[in-house]
């Protein structure tokens, strides 16, 4: 099938916001008038054509980021679903590494939450252009212009509105579109698609769409040097102008334009995606993706182009009953089913046996696809998220995602001799889903230890083994995962010796080991010159310091952040071997770890509680209680915002805490913010219960 869309007729968007911001809803809205979905789903029903898994079903919120395609005005979009909780900050992460451009849904009533921020921070990372989308128009306490207050002050980002709302909460009517200085009103049933666009503006509302519809033109004018001498000599851009203008004001970060609506009353969603069209950009705006050349290391480039060498990049991988579906973002070239295709990541060879186009969990099989497309691919066995597949002729790795670190762990056991293997099958599959998620064995219990970014998170797991690979498992309480460091530098010199007839053992190692800077984990460098260990021996040395790092002197907890420096040592003609430099290695760094003052790091997490007033005094005494130190505190609307950093040892049964003491009327967010050195009564307690 021959392309049907230009390149720069796409828009590869997905949707960010905080958890309840009508997100998914939106989305719906999105499939419902695009045509793709025939029914609309009510996230409160447990029906909404994204959220496919049973779980977010159940729970309400999406936890997958489903990719869809769907068509507007002549545009194809292809629409990613991300989740707004915080313990699925990676999801986010991974589609908006592959998007071109985003949405960010606010709830008109909060404002920017929490989880807002986040995503907002994780869009400037990968400089994704954004538009903003203040939904929940019409609900109590909603409020347009406390949205583009918080957006400048929380953001530190440059709102400027391309639309005001006529009314708000239950008189929610429609929007003024200051870009035609039209209204657009919707009437009450036929699901919002009976609205009419050309009406004049309100008489009451005349003023303020003059007024911010000039902050409009004079923020998008700067942008251009003809269309500013133009306004100062007194002529308005024309709407066509204009738009062009917002579009590159998107383009270059320079502000975000800000849209309003109601995607549950059906109000605003079109001309929600008539700024999609108009405002986000095409994988042509957002040009050559960098990567490195698989056989030179040199830096390199593939442009949005379907002449161009194949390269894509593997974003999310999920299991369902089809087989593995392992979702890419095609950014140059041509795929054909049946392909083979190099992972140059992995340095692996793959054959696409299935190539299907995704819409929510409905799929349609393709024979190729292009540059710009979103697919998901059927019969990869080796591809990870964050790999690279390219044409084996002309390799190239894109730029790798980063992954952060698991924070709280629990063990998990089979109930029944039956499940044992089931659960090992299902662990493995879902570590390869999700980067976030591991899974270990302890080296002494033999007991299993699943590892991600929150509560939530392992919940979710341990239901996904229970529903979906029906497996019955038992589950511990979650643990912390504590880390240990080196606390000085410490030069050790360290003799393997062992004679008992025949060839014997010997290897000495001399090495520096010393704290590394926090965050650049573990560093090794060998500046052996003369031979005093030959270079064959080297790795054996590496194999042993690197048995250490999974258990530390302390408490047994991963050393972290520590760098090693060999700086001479001595071999034997006869008795040498790579295995004799590997216990001494091992054994020395043990030594090292107990001369250097080891000490316990714990993850320190950034707490937000939202509270009313009279409760402000018990919030913040409570947080103190569990270690918090308290950063300050905001209003918003009526209710007070407590921001804390508080260790995550502290917090477990923190909601069911809260609820009792503030009647169940204050929440919180909480994610991993850092790790931080544990005090000596924590180090005792914890020694205490591993011993």
Not at 226 to 238: C, I, N, Q, S, V
Not at 508 to 516: L, T, Y
Not at 540 to 561: I, Q, R, T, Y
Not at 581 to 594: D, H, S, T, V
């Amino acid at each position: 099938m021959p392309r049907t869309h230009a390149i720069s007729d796409y828009r590869n968007f997905g949707i960010m916001a905080h958890i309840d911001a009508g997100k998914t809803t939106t989305t719906e809205r999105i499939l419902f008038y695009t045509g793709k979905s025939h029914k609309l789903g009510e996230v409160h029903e447990g029906a909404a054509t994204m959220d496919f898994m049973e779980q977010e079903q159940e729970r309400g919120i999406t936890i997958t980021s489903a990719a869809t395609t769907a068509f507007w005005k002549g545009k194809r979009l292809n629409i990613i679903d991300t989740p707004g909780h915080v313990d699925f900050t990676i999801e986010v992460e991974r589609s908006l590494r592959v998007l071109d451009g985003a949405v960010c849904v606010l709830d008109s009533n909060q404002g920017v939450e929490p989880q807002t921020e986040t995503v907002w921070r994780q869009g400037d990372k990968y400089k994704v252009p954004r538009i903003v989308f203040c939904n929940k128009m019409d609900k109590t306490g909603a409020n347009f212009f406390q949205c583009l207050d918080d957006i400048k002050t929380r953001l530190g980002a440059k709102p400027v509105p391309v639309q005001l709302p006529i009314g708000a909460e239950a008189d929610f009517k429609g929007i003024v579109d200051l870009v035609r200085m039209k209204a657009v009103v919707w009437s009450g049933e036929a699901l919002g698609a009976d609205f009419q666009e050309d009406l004049d503006i309100p008489a009451d509302l005349v003023d303020q769409a003059v007024e911010y519809r000039n902050a409009l033109i004079e923020a998008a004018v700067e942008l251009d040097d003809a269309a500013m001498e133009a306004y100062l000599e007194g002529k308005e851009p024309e709407e066509q102008t204009l738009k062009t203008l917002i579009r590159k004001a998107v383009l270059t970060g320079a502000f975000y334009p800000v849209l309003c609506g109601s995607s549950f009353k059906n109000k605003g969603v079109q001309p929600l995606l008539d700024a999609v069209v108009d405002y986000l950009p095409s994988p042509v705006d957002r040009g050559s993706i960098k990567g490195i050349d698989y056989k030179t290391g040199e830096e390199t480039s593939r442009p949005p182009s379907d002449d161009a060498p194949l390269s894509l990049l593997g974003f999310k991988i999920m299991d369902d009953q089809y087989g593995v579906l392992t979702f890419c973002r095609i950014y140059s070239g041509k795929l054909e089913k049946g392909q083979a295709l190099l992972n140059s990541t992995r340095e692996k060879t793959e054959r696409v046996g299935r190539m299907v186009l995704m819409h929510a969990n409905n799929r349609e099989e393709i024979a190729e696809a292009y540059a710009g497309d979103i697919v998901a691919l059927v019969g990869l066995k080796d591809t990870r998220t964050g790999d690279t597949l390219c044409d084996p002729q002309k390799a190239v790795i894109l730029e790798k995602m980063e992954f952060p670190e698991p924070v709280i762990e629990m063990k998990v056991e089979p109930k029944t001799k039956n499940d044992q293997e089931k659960m090992a099958l299902a662990l493995i599959k879902l570590a390869s889903e999700d980067p976030s998620f591991r899974v270990s064995t302890d080296s002494e219990s033999g007991e299993t230890i699943i590892k991600g970014m929150g509560e939530l998170h392992l919940d979710i797991k341990v239901d996904i083994l229970r529903r979906t690979h029906k497996v019955e498992v038992n589950v511990g309480a979650p643990q912390v995962a504590f880390r240990e460091r080196i606390g000085r530098r410490v030069e050790k010199d360290y003799t393997h010796k062992k004679q008992s007839g025949g060839t014997g053992q010997f290897a000495r190692v001399k090495f520096i080991a010393e704290p590394n800077e926090p965050g650049k984990g573990y560093e090794f460098e060998s500046k052996i010159v003369g031979g005093s260990v030959p270079k064959e021996y080297i790795p054996g040395v590496e194999k042993g310091l690197n048995s250490v790092l999974g258990a530390g002197v302390l408490a047994g907890f991963p050393v972290v952040d520590l760098k090693i420096t060999l700086i001479d040592g001595a071999y034997h003609e006869v008795d040498s071997s790579a295995l004799a430099f590997e216990i001494a290695a091992r054994a020395g760094l043990r030594e090292a770890l107990n001369e250097g003052k080891c000490v316990l790091l714990e993850p320190i997490m950034k707490v937000e509680v939202v509270t009313p007033e009279d409760y402000t005094g018990s919030v913040i005494g409570d947080l103190n209680s569990r270690r918090g130190q308290i950063q300050g505190q905001d209003m918003r609307g009526n209710a007070v915002v407590v921001n804390a950093m508080v260790p995550l040892m502290n917090m477990f049964g923190y909601v069911s805490n809260l609820r009792s003491f503030t009647q169940g009327r204050a929440s919180y967010t909480m994610q991993f913010d850092h790790y931080a050195q544990a005090p000596n009564n924590v180090v005792t307690e914890i020694q205490a219960k591993s011993a």
